[in-house]
């Protein structure tokens, strides 16, 4: 027992580490030049920053493993981010948003996700919501829609994905059947971030014949007669949001609440994700960024054979190599994000090939910074774990980075 003492004092000192880490990052003090995530970024851009990140030092990262473990939704937190903005970042400002740009966003997103990967990406998918209502609603349901979503007195979930069509999003089955002045809706949509605590729900359904073209968006508001709600998954990550099923028995929508024409749906749903998956692939470049600094720290202060970790040659190559792709995949993601905000030609391949190769190159970073942990980087007084399980879904949504390779490949043999 005399001799464990050491050993365990040592552990409870780590226990700490991962904060002290992370205000270290997030106070953006002592980090190498070669990884600063404010490099090449103007003045301004530093400024918005330089809040994300205080923001998620002071406001996000103390609670991060409580919502994780107790499954919180920290509603009041979100809504103090939306008082900097954070609730519709890229959305107009007359409706309440804060008119950024799509590389303003993911600077965003990338800082907040340092203090929570789980609630950032639940803010990212938010926002897309808003922009969507922003960009294809007329203007009266702009003024219904926006201004509460852009504060986050109202809570959005992007409603496309069904137990029958993940991948294949065109043959969507849940229809829409007009009656009158209404909509008629019946069917059920899966895997919904936010889903059953959240206000508004963004849904494609079907309104005509098969395939894309069939397919309509629709704002739906909680409370609806014939909307309800699947159990609360059990998930492995991305515990402080929730995740439903969302149900449609005869719900019946105005009219009124379609965004765009009939038939516009799946091209909305496109666009919105084009800029979905650059805010997820910035919460997988924040997830990472805080995993090397954690793994930095640790190689500093843990001791094996006499000597710190650091000063082992293979593990100075790992970090090395973490380091290396995360800068790649923040250069890949910042260029993505200004070809979608400029409208290029390539923006929706540039936006794939981002989202791919982050969500990969970020999870690795941060499984290694797990693996360098040692057997600390396994319990869940550590960080890092929450890293890799809140960032290992990345790959799946927003489209899969299998169906990313799809794009890519389809792009490169049509030219």
């Known amino acids: 027992r005399e001799a464990q003492r050491p050993r365990t004092a040592m552990a409870m000192a780590w226990r700490a580490a991962?904060?002290?880490?992370?205000?270290?990052?997030?106070?953006?003090r002592g980090i190498a030049s070669c990884i600063d995530p404010s490099t090449g970024l103007t003045e301004?851009?530093?400024?918005?920053?330089?809040?994300?990140?205080?923001?998620?030092?002071?406001?996000?990262?103390?609670?991060?493993?409580?919502?994780?473990?107790?499954?919180?939704?920290?509603?009041?937190?979100?809504?103090?981010?939306?008082?900097?903005?954070?609730?519709?970042?890229?959305?107009k400002p007359d409706v309440g948003g804060s008119?950024?740009?799509?590389?303003?966003?993911?600077?965003?997103?990338?800082?907040l996700s340092t203090g929570c990967t789980s609630t950032t990406a639940y803010m990212s998918i938010h926002n897309m919501c808003v922009w969507m209502?922003?960009?294809?609603?007329?203007?009266?349901?702009?003024?219904?829609?926006?201004?509460?979503?852009?504060?986050?007195?109202?809570?959005?979930?992007?409603?496309?994905?069904?137990?029958?069509s993940g991948s294949d999003a065109a043959s969507l089955l849940t229809s829409a059947q007009r009656k009158g002045d209404t909509y008629v809706l019946n069917g059920s949509k899966a895997f919904i971030s936010g889903g059953g605590d959240t206000d508004v729900y963004v849904v494609m359904c079907r309104t005509g014949g098969p395939g894309p073209k069939g397919i309509s968006c629709l704002v739906l508001e909680k409370g609806m007669p014939g909307l309800s709600f699947g159990k609360k998954e059990k998930k492995v990550g991305w515990n402080s949001q929730p995740t439903r099923a969302v149900i449609f028995?005869?719900?019946?929508?105005?009219v009124g609440n379609r965004l765009g024409a009939e038939g516009q749906g799946f091209?909305?749903?496109?666009?919105?994700?084009?800029?979905?998956?650059?805010?997820?692939?910035?919460?997988?470049?924040?997830?990472?960024?805080?995993?090397?600094?954690?793994?930095?720290?640790?190689?500093?202060?843990?001791?094996?054979?006499?000597?710190?970790?650091?000063?082992?040659?293979?593990?100075?190559?790992?970090?090395?190599?973490?380091?290396?792709?995360?800068?790649?995949?923040?250069?890949?993601?910042?260029?993505?994000?200004?070809?979608?905000?400029?409208?290029?030609e390539d923006a929706a391949v540039l936006c794939s090939m981002a989202k791919l190769f982050a969500?990969?190159?970020?999870?690795?970073?941060?499984?290694?910074?797990?693996?360098?942990?040692?057997?600390?980087?396994?319990?869940?007084?550590?960080?890092?774990?929450?890293?890799?399980?809140?960032?290992r879904v990345h790959q799946i949504l927003e489209g899969t980075n299998e169906v990313m390779r799809m794009i890519v490949a389809r792009n490169l043999l049509q030219g």
């Open 99 to 111: 008119g950024l740009s799509r590389l303003d966003t993911s600077i965003i997103f990338e800082a």
């Open 18 to 28: 991962p904060r002290a880490a992370a205000r270290l990052l997030l106070g953006r």
């Open 359 to 391: 969500t990969d190159e970020c999870f690795g970073i941060c499984n290694q910074a797990l693996q360098m942990h040692g057997g600390y980087g396994y319990l869940k007084d550590y960080a890092v774990q929450q890293f890799v399980r809140d960032i």
């Open 44 to 91: 301004d851009q530093k400024e918005f920053q330089k809040v994300a990140f205080d923001f998620a030092a002071k406001e996000m990262a103390p609670y991060m493993a409580e919502w994780d473990e107790k499954e919180i939704f920290p509603v009041e937190t979100m809504r103090k981010a939306a008082q900097l903005g954070f609730g519709g970042i890229y959305v």
């Open 249 to 254: 028995e005869d719900c019946v929508v105005p």
């Open 267 to 344: 091209s909305i749903a496109m666009q919105g994700l084009n800029g979905g998956r650059i805010n997820i692939a910035s919460c997988s470049l924040g997830a990472a960024h805080a995993s090397v600094l954690l793994a930095q720290e640790h190689l500093s202060v843990r001791k094996q054979f006499g000597e710190p970790l650091a000063n082992n040659q293979y593990l100075q190559f790992r970090l090395a190599e973490m380091a290396t792709r995360l800068v790649a995949a923040r250069l890949m993601v910042r260029n993505a994000a200004r070809a979608l905000q400029d409208g290029r």
């Open 133 to 164: 209502i922003d960009t294809f609603g007329n203007e009266e349901q702009r003024s219904r829609f926006c201004p509460s979503l852009c504060s986050m007195e109202k809570f959005a979930s992007y409603c496309l994905t069904e137990p029958g």
